[in-house]
Structure formats: structure tokens, C-alpha cells
């Protein structure tokens, strides 16, 4: 406990607020070690059972102190096939460190051990010293080949991590993406600032060295159907990991006026189409002044926090509940503060206002109250009636939560979905009503994290190995 908590060096507020390189600069080797160090090798290692993918964290962490920074990555990589992306963006708060003695101990979970920038460091390390992450998953040895061939539609975190254990076991591995870049959120949605392309880059570098295949631009559901894959292409079994990528809006008046964005399209144009990079790609963009975010969870923060990068002079947040129901990760709400979001709390959009060309002019709002808790647990916004006023911005960012895709369910003839639209799969192999046909991530689990979906990938690809083997030859 002597040791102090070690803080992560980070670009000055006012700097990184006006570019595009990320915010965290990671540990230096000695601060590693340190951190780790404070680790107590707890016996019950109570932090293990907040990891989704119980990673032997105390295990590593011995291992990072003594400095034997590849040992504690070999340990990571038994359970987490994307530790530089999850010692990044993991809400790490609500997961191990939330159960760290240590946090407990010092009645602060920001004092616990910093168990993802510890993670962050040892596979920042080994990515430096090699090509590829991937060297880290290609070196682990391949089963020779089967002669089966897997499909996997999509290439965000749950397909990647099935597609790498497929073709580890020897499947013939074919990934299908619809967009012209592979990585899902980890490229489109979160910002450069976060986590770098060049680290999920990496990724899928270190997966086509495992053999796997990627065709790109390819919409299952449009440029074929699902079930043509495995009756006419000859796939012998597939995983859909597409993810929850339909926007949701909030019904008000005026949300159709120019000016208006999902945060998918805001997002999706900034960091897939680099349109913060004016002059060198042609991506068209609305540059907002003065920029309205609705929202308050991790899609919220990153879009107000690329409002202010692309050049807005000011950036509301408006949430309709309080600082603390926030589902954002605790670190991206104190970055957005200090990069000077103004937060809105305990407010929410009415209408939005236009003007005579049908532009964005105004956000009219009204202010709440909270009552008691709801369905979610948490406890109930409440408007004030006759408490209306109006903000003053020509640009209004919709991130209020996003739905499953549907485009797949709705052109497969016998895939049970729920009523949210989520695939359903039975919980052992992630195996949908389809035989063969397996499904993990977001499109299961609704809009959830980067670990849930890696771990429903991992856990699919042990379903689609033993439902291959089962078939025999
Ligand atoms: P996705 O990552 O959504 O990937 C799905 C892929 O499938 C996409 O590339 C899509 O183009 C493709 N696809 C869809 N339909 C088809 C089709 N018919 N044919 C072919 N391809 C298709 N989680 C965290 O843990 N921490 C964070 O800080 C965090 N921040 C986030 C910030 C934003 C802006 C967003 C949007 C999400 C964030 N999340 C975060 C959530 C996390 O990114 C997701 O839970 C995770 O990426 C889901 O992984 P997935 O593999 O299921 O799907
Ligand atoms: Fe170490 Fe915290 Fe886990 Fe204990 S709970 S083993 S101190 S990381």
C-alpha cells in the first residue's frame, strides 16, 4: 500500500482537444513494473471474477513486476485474444478493478490496481517488437487442416476472435465484411484518439497469417444470402457477429431537419471515412459550431469529444439523468470534461428548432428530476413541466443506444430472433435455430462491450469446432 497508484501520462487537455492522437501515452516499462507491484497476489483473487473472460490477473501481474513482461502477455493471451484493444477500452471500473482489494482497501476503485493499463503495456510492448499482435496469435500452433470451411459474417471483435480460434483449430476460415475496412466498432465507432487503427490493423494482419480469408464490401443478406453460403458456396458452418449497428432516434420534432446525425453516421464518416482528414480523403462533413450531443453513454462521449476535434466551438452533453446513472466509462467522462464538453445533466431534448431552409437553428429542451428507480434499476428521470429553455446550436448528434442489425434476420428464412431483434442462440455454443448456423456479440447481446463480444466469439468457436468434428468427414 506504500506504493503510490501510478497515473497514466496523457496529452495536455487543451492540445489533444484539437487532434486526433491518442490521449493515453501508456506506461513507461519502470511504471509498469511499479503498478504491478502494488498488486497483494490476493488468494481468492476476488478481481478474477469481474473479468468476463477471467484472465489470471494476479498471475500476470506477478509476472509484470518481476519485469518479465512476455510471461505476464503469455498469460493474458489464454483467455484475451485483444489485450492492447481491451487494456484500452474495457470499463475496467465496472469489471476487475471494481473488485481489486486494493481499490477497497484505499475506499477508491481509482486507486486500485490499474490492472488495463498494466494489460495496455505488456501488449503495447509486444506489438512494438513484432509486425504483428497477431504474430501473438499466429504463434500459437495451428491443427492441421480439417478441410471444413467456416464462414464468419462480420469482422468486429466477436468475429475476429471466432474467426482466429476456427482457424487455429484447422477450418478453412472466409470473413465477410460489408464495409470497405475490417475491425466493426473498433474501426468505425471508436476514435483514433482512443485506440488506434493501426492497432486492430494489426489484428487483422495477424488473422489472415493464420490463413483467413477477408473479402471486403460484401453484404450478407444483399450480395448473398445467408443460407446460400453453406448450400451453394459450400461453407460447412457459420457465425454471424454483426453487431448492433441500427441507430435509435428519439422521436422528437425536428429530428429529420439538416444538421441532425446518429452518432453511427457522425462517427462512422470521421473515422472510417477520415473525414477529419480534410484535404487528404474526400469525405463529405457537416462542420458544426455549436454541437448538441444527446446521450450519455460511450458513443455519446466519443461523438461530443469529435465535435470538439472537428473543429466545434462549443459541445453540449445533454442527458436526461444525473452524472452518476451514466453508462459511460468513468475515464472518457473526466477526458470529455477536460477537453471542455460542457456537461447538461438532469436535461433532455424537447424538439429540435430549424429555420426556413430546413437547417438546424436550436435544441429545445426541458429539464428533469429524478424519481424512483425503474426497469433498468436505475433511478427514473422525471421532466418538470414548464421548464423548458433553448440551446443555441445548429448541430444535434443523436446517441441514444443502438438496435441489432437486421438485415440478416430479416433475410434468413428459420433464425429465431427475440423481440429486441437479438439472434437467439442457446447459451452452451452460441448455436442460433439454424444447425450450423452460430451467432455472438452485439447481434446477441444488444449494444453490450468489446470483452462480452470477444468472449461470445471464443465461446461460438468452440461450438462450431465440436459441432464440425461431431460431423466427422
Ligand atoms: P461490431 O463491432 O459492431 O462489428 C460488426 C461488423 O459486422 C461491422 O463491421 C459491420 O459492418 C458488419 N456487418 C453488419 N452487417 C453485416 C452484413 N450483413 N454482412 C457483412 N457484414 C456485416 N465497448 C467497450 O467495451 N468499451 C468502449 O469504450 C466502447 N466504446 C464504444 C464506442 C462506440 C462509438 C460504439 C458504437 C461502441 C462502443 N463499445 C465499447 C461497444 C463495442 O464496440 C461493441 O460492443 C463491440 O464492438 C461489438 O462487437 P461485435 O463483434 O459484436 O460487432
Ligand atoms: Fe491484485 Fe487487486 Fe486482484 Fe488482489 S484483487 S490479486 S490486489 S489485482
Same mark, same amino acid.
Given at each position: 500500500m506504500a506504493i503510490p497508484p501510478q497515473a497514466m501520462p496523457e496529452q495536455d487537455a487543451k492540445v489533444r482537444a484539437h487532434n486526433m492522437n491518442e490521449v493515453a501515452l501508456g506506461y513507461t516499462p519502470e511504471m509498469a513494473m511499479r503498478e504491478a507491484s502494488r498488486c497483494m497476489q490476493c488468494p481468492a483473487k476476488p478481481c478474477m471474477q469481474g473479468c468476463p473472460v477471467a484472465i489470471d490477473i494476479p498471475g500476470f501481474l506477478a509476472k509484470a $513486476?518481476?519485469? #518479465?513482461?512476455?510471461?505476464?502477455l503469455a498469460i493474458i493471451r489464454k483467455t484475451s485474444l485483444l489485450p492492447a484493444v481491451c487494456g484500452r477500452v474495457c470499463p475496467q471500473e465496472k469489471q476487475c478493478q471494481k473488485f481489486c482489494t486494493m481499490g477497497k482497501l484505499l475506499k477508491d476503485v481509482d486507486k486500485a490496481v490499474a490492472i488495463g493499463r498494466v494489460e495496455r503495456f505488456v501488449a503495447d510492448l509486444a506489438r512494438e517488437s513484432s509486425s504483428t499482435t497477431g504474430k501473438g496469435a499466429s504463434k500459437a500452433p495451428s491443427a492441421p487442416s480439417t478441410g471444413r470451411r467456416v464462414a464468419v459474417i462480420g469482422s468486429g471483435p466477436a468475429s475476429i476472435t471466432c474467426a482466429a480460434d476456427c482457424a487455429r483449430a484447422g477450418h478453412e476460415v472466409t470473413m465477410f465484411e460489408a464495409f470497405h475496412k475490417p475491425g466493426g466498432v473498433l474501426v468505425y465507432g471508436i476514435p483514433e484518439f482512443r485506440l488506434p487503427k493501426s492497432i486492430v490493423q494489426q489484428e487483422i #494482419?495477424?488473422?489472415?497469417?493464420?490463413g483467413v480469408k477477408v473479402e471486403l464490401n460484401y453484404v450478407v443478406g444483399r450480395t448473398r444470402k445467408l443460407k446460400d453460403l453453406m448450400a451453394k458456396d459450400g461453407f460447412d458452418a457459420v457465425f454471424i457477429g454483426t453487431g448492433a449497428g441500427l441507430p435509435k432516434f428519439m422521436d422528437i420534432e425536428g429530428e429529420n431537419l439538416v444538421g441532425v446525425f446518429s452518432a453511427n453516421e457522425?462517427?462512422?464518416?470521421a473515422n472510417l471515412m477520415k473525414a477529419y482528414d480534410e484535404g487528404g480523403h474526400d469525405t463529405p462533413f457537416w462542420h458544426g459550431r455549436r454541437v448538441a450531443v444527446l446521450g450519455g453513454g460511450n458513443v455519446a462521449m466519443d461523438a461530443s469529444r469529435m465535435a470538439l476535434r472537428l473543429g466545434a466551438?462549443?459541445?453540449?452533453?445533454?442527458?436526461?439523468?444525473? /452524472? $452518476?446513472? =451514466?453508462? $459511460?466509462?468513468? /475515464?472518457?467522462?473526466?477526458h470529455a470534461k477536460e477537453e471542455g464538453v460542457e456537461f447538461l445533466m438532469l436535461q433532455n431534448a424537447k424538439r429540435v428548432l430549424g429555420d426556413d431552409q430546413g437547417r438546424v437553428v436550436g435544441l429545445e429542451c426541458l429539464k428533469?428530476?429524478?424519481g424512483e428507480p425503474d426497469a433498468s434499476g436505475r433511478r427514473s428521470p422525471v421532466p418538470i413541466a414548464g421548464s423548458e429553455f433553448t440551446l443555441d446550436v445548429d448541430t444535434v448528434v443523436v446517441a441514444v443506444g443502438n438496435a441489432s442489425n437486421p438485415l440478416i434476420p430479416a433475410t434468413t428464412d428459420g433464425l429465431e430472433i427475440n423481440r429486441r431483434g437479438n439472434i437467439v442462440v #442457446?447459451?452452451? $455454443?452460441? =448455436?442460433?435455430?439454424?444447425?450450423?448456423?452460430?451467432a455472438g456479440g452485439d447481434i446477441v447481446l444488444g449494444a453490450a462491450t468489446v470483452i462480452l463480444a470477444m468472449g461470445e466469439g471464443r465461446r461460438a468457436a468452440a461450438g462450431i469446432n465440436a459441432y464440425l468434428a461431431a460431423k466427422g468427414k
Open positions: $513486476a518481476e519485469g #518479465d513482461f512476455e510471461g505476464a #494482419d495477424g488473422l489472415k497469417a493464420l457522425y462517427l462512422t464518416r466551438e462549443k459541445v453540449y452533453l445533454v442527458y436526461r439523468r444525473s /452524472e $452518476a446513472e =451514466m453508462p $459511460a466509462r468513468r /475515464e472518457e467522462v473526466h428533469y428530476e429524478l #442457446d447459451p452452451e $455454443a452460441n =448455436m442460433t435455430s439454424i444447425p450450423g448456423v452460430f
